[in-house]
């Protein structure tokens, strides 16, 4: 599906932003963390002790920084989007690196928390809990990067003006970006808080 796009954003349809194709690309991927995050749920009713240590263990703290971060981010991709759209694409390039940076946080954050981990000697061979802890966070890091770059490329397509007139392109990264942030608000309370 391609958007054509002519005037502010205040002008825009109720379509689907971004491109079709995007779409069913989130909505597989939101399928695999679905399915996570049911078998995760699942194991913690068949193991409520084991859970419950093991979420002792985490860096709550490091997981609320990274809540911020990830939704700050996706703040600076939601304004870099009205800025596509209103033509500004200098502003849009800064939204989405003010995005990344926000993004870098996040990569930082976790890669201490894991180290922590690894320190106090916990693995993901450890217990259940600890083996589908680093299989989602991990999985959900490796989505942090992919974005990271899809970010940086709609930036570039922004500053040589690939979206003069079709903001389709720019709409399916920022929706990606979102996708990835969705996915961390979900994760984080359920396993490191509930």
């Known amino acids: 599906m391609s958007s054509r ?3 502010p954003i ?4 109720n379509r ?3 491109d079709l194709a995007m779409w069913f690309f989130i909505l597989a991927e939101l399928t695999v963390f679905a399915i996570f995050f049911i078998g995760f749920a699942v194991s913690e009713q068949l193991n409520i002790e084991l859970f419950k240590q093991g979420k002792a263990q985490l860096h709550k703290t490091a997981g609320v920084i990274n809540t911020i971060a990830l939704i700050t981010s996706s703040l600076f991709v939601a304004l870099a ?3 596509i759209h209103q033509k500004n694409n200098q502003l849009s390039i800064q939204l989405l690196t003010l995005a990344q940076l926000c993004s870098c946080v ?3 954050c976790k890669s201490w928390e894991y180290h922590s981990l690894f320190e ?3 693995t993901i061979e450890t217990n259940v809990f600890f083996t589908l802890y680093f299989l989602i966070t991990f999985f959900h890091f490796l989505h942090v990067i992919l974005g990271m770059v ?3 490329f709609i930036a570039v397509k922004a500053k040589t003006d690939s979206y ?5 392109g720019f709409e399916s990264g920022a929706c990606y970006w979102h996708m990835v942030d969705m996915v961390w608000i979900i994760l984080f309370p359920l396993v490191y808080v509930i």
């Open 164 to 168: 003069q007139h079709d903001v389709s």
């Open 5 to 7: 796009v002519s005037g």
């Open 16 to 18: 689907l932003p971004g």
């Open 106 to 108: 996040y990569l930082l």
């Open 120 to 122: 106090l000697g916990f």
């Open 10 to 13: 205040t002008e825009a349809s």
């Open 150 to 152: 899809i970010l940086g």
């Open 81 to 83: 989007v009205r800025a």
